[in-house]
């Protein structure tokens, strides 16, 4: 089982579901799923989501309320390019909502969102950013040194860098390549229980 750590919670962008990823889900404790795709595929949409009630994970929309709500979501994840505020739908008991941001401004822009959750993102290097983007340990514990919201921490996490967010307050980690890397490692790995704050 990957993380003996029963604090430590993990969010899995997904866009379909294949036998990969079914396999290895059971290596992953307190895993949710956050659908989120450049375009709507109704069919994976709807398999994905029976697969998560039938197997009782955790289900996001992204950036959809309605949509979220055809599909009986537990929640939704707004990205940072979402800019609304006051959605009747935030005002629904029934929805979790996490958000991302990048830095304070985003922050704050999430908390009015009433994100309960929010993902700080990118702590270690990947593609998808420029290498001056990179926040890595430092500069991502400053940012959220005085956040009151949960913390996850988003981007490039590997199996090389895992053990590294116990030096952060994150309570979660967020991902999307680690489940076809850990699904290549024969044994188990854990995390120490200890962290820096």
Request: with cysteine; net charge positive; proline share 2%.
């Amino acid at each position: 089982m990957l993380f003996t750590n029963a604090e430590i919670k993990f969010y899995f962008f997904i866009d379909t579901l294949d036998e990969f990823i079914i396999k290895n889900i059971k290596n992953f404790k307190k895993l949710s799923f956050i659908y989120k795709s450049n375009s709507i595929n109704k069919t994976n949409i709807t398999i994905i989501s029976k697969f998560c009630k039938k197997n009782r994970i955790p289900f996001f929309v992204s950036d959809h309320f309605k949509l979220a709500t055809t599909y009986k979501a537990d929640g939704v994840f707004l990205s940072s390019s979402y800019k609304k505020i006051g959605n009747v739908f935030l005002k629904k008991k029934i929805f979790k909502i996490i958000g991302l941001a990048h830095n304070q401004y985003e922050y704050y822009q999430k908390k009015n969102q009433l994100c309960e959750l929010i993902m700080l993102s990118p702590l270690f290097y990947n593609k998808k950013y420029y290498k001056n983007k990179i926040l890595n340990i430092c500069k991502f514990n400053l940012i959220s040194m005085n956040w009151k919201k949960k913390i996850c921490a988003l981007g490039g996490i590997n199996l090389k860098n895992l053990k590294k967010l116990n030096m952060t307050k994150s309570s979660s980690a967020g991902f999307v390549s680690l489940m076809k890397e850990y699904g290549q490692k024969k044994s188990p790995l854990t995390i120490s229980s200890k962290r820096a704050f």
